[in-house]
């Protein structure tokens, strides 16, 4: 299940952590991903480790982006979903900007499985 969350209050609980917000973000939404589609592939724990190494987090990204694509009927490129998440500040954290996108799209996919929860971290 994709659990549904206000854009802003993740995106100032990026800010006001100075990102380390964004690593959990980057896991619990990997995570949801992985439930909603109910596959058998990387865990999100993998993804999320790789995501806190420099060049690495590119990679996990990149796999992040393409299932997410998968998730949103391709909406988003994997390389513009990429870059989105590595725009400033550049490091080993998801920008705002790109934890906005993915949020904004994964709410719409909460509200039409019907089954969702709002959730405010």
Not at 2 to 19: A, E, H, K, W
Request: charged share 15%; glycine share 8%.
């Amino acid at each position: 299940m994709v659990n549904r969350r206000s854009v802003p209050v993740q995106v100032l609980l990026l800010i006001g952590t100075l990102g380390f917000y964004g690593i959990y973000w980057f896991y619990i939404t990997a995570k949801e991903m992985h439930e909603h589609q109910d596959e058998n592939i990387t865990p999100a724990g993998n993804w999320t480790i790789l995501a806190i190494l420099p060049l690495l987090n590119i990679y996990a990204y990149w796999q992040f982006a393409k299932y997410f694509g998968r998730l949103t009927g391709d909406k988003y490129s994997p390389a513009v979903l990429t870059l989105l998440m590595l725009l400033p500040p550049l490091g080993v954290f998801v920008s705002p900007i790109g934890l906005a996108v993915v949020q904004i799209e994964l709410n719409r996919v909460a509200d039409g499985s019907g089954d969702s929860e709002r959730v405010e971290d």
